[in-house]
């Protein structure tokens, strides 16, 4: 003997996409575990700090948001972001990965390293002649305050490992390979 099932579901995606929708409430859920995430990842939590008695501002931490809302009739974005200006220097890095050194603006590279090889072996130089061509970085203090040249920073793409971190728990999400992926 056949047998045949029909099943009928109906399904009204506007309701399920609106503001108190069930894949709407889902994606306020992603949206703050994402954003904690990255929050954990995001310096100071995770980071060597080059200068350990120097406090931070958390300005980074605070800057870090999280959104979400309607795009189409049935489509919802959520968006994890920082608004921090310097961002863009600790996710990129600076110098070419920390493998560089990074000049004062103004000062060619020849003249830089020419005086830096002076200064390493001990050479007096003129200060009139280092006149506008260091940077004064911290620790501010007797030592270490003037810089002819500094090494780059690596990157610390933060973004992109809170989300690696989120897609091993929630399957709907897939891992980035690549931290520049975004």
Request: a positive charge; hydrophobic letters at 35%.
């Amino acid at each position: 003997m056949a047998k045949t099932v029909i099943t009928a579901i109906e399904v009204n995606p506007e309701t399920l996409f609106d503001a108190d929708g069930d894949v709407r409430q889902w994606m306020r859920n992603l949206t703050r575990e994402l954003k904690a995430a990255v929050v954990l990842k995001a310096p100071p939590n995770r980071s060597r700090a080059k200068w350990p008695g120097r406090r931070t501002t958390r300005a980074l931490i605070a800057s870090i948001y999280g959104t979400t809302g309607r795009s189409g009739p049935v489509q919802d974005v959520s968006e994890v972001g920082v608004r921090a200006p310097h961002a863009v220097y600790v996710l990129g890095g600076t110098a070419y990965q920390g493998m560089r050194f990074i000049y004062r603006s103004g000062v060619s590279k020849s003249e830089a390293d020419r005086l830096y090889r002076l200064e390493r072996r001990g050479v007096h130089i003129d200060p009139a002649e280092m006149r506008g061509k260091t940077m004064r970085l911290p620790p501010y203090g007797r030592f270490g305050t003037y810089h002819l040249k500094v090494k780059g920073q690596r990157a610390n793409n933060f973004l992109f490992d809170g989300y690696n971190e989120m897609s091993l728990a929630h399957e709907a999400l897939g891992q980035f390979r690549n931290p520049y992926a975004f």
